[in-house]
């Protein structure tokens, strides 16, 4: 095989690959911010409340640390989804001066992006029965505003493409859920 056969064959197998799959980018332990959450423990598994189970509402998450920003954006992604992550939850333009979200509310100023499921807004775990799932919470402080540039609604792809060039710190929280 020569190399532009080999190169074709490569981007034709990255052009066919499962959607939903967006890499979120890493900081790097030097800027992090701790998350947590008082319904569970990192490692812990998720209330029944906060998935398609319950309520589905999101839960309450808590965070310190990291340089001061100005923005933070929030993602909440299915580790264990087939072909690699699914987004359950997208939420931005998280002022600076946040520090915790209630459980089922949005900071004012906030806006929420379409999920994986197709809706704009928190969709709770709900990965098929029989093999717990790890969900991921992942908040970026961002050092300039970058909301002002996205309509509520925008999609993964949107948001990343928008934040990417601002994040300066990461914070995560995993824990699992099943049925």
Known sequence: ???????LLVVALAACGPQGTTQLPSVGATNAIEVA???????????STYTCEGQD??????????PPSVE?????TDLDAPGG??????VFGIPGSTT?????????GAKEGTNDFGKVGYGGPCPPAGRPHRY???LYGLRTARADQLES???????????????QSEGTITAMYGR
Request: a positive charge.
């Open 136 to 138: 991921r919470f992942t």
């Open 1 to 7: 095989m020569n190399v532009r056969t080999a190169l």
């Open 153 to 167: 609604g925008a999609k993964l792809s949107e948001v990343l493409a928008t934040i990417r060039c601002c994040i």
């Open 57 to 66: 509402v999101s839960p309450p998450l808590t965070w310190t640390g990291g």
């Open 37 to 47: 959450s008082p319904a569970f423990a990192d490692a812990g598994r998720i209330p």
């Open 100 to 108: 915790d979200i209630a459980a089922g509310a949005l900071p004012q």
């Open 85 to 90: 992550g699914f987004t359950h939850w997208i």
């Open 72 to 76: 933070f954006a929030l993602f909440l």
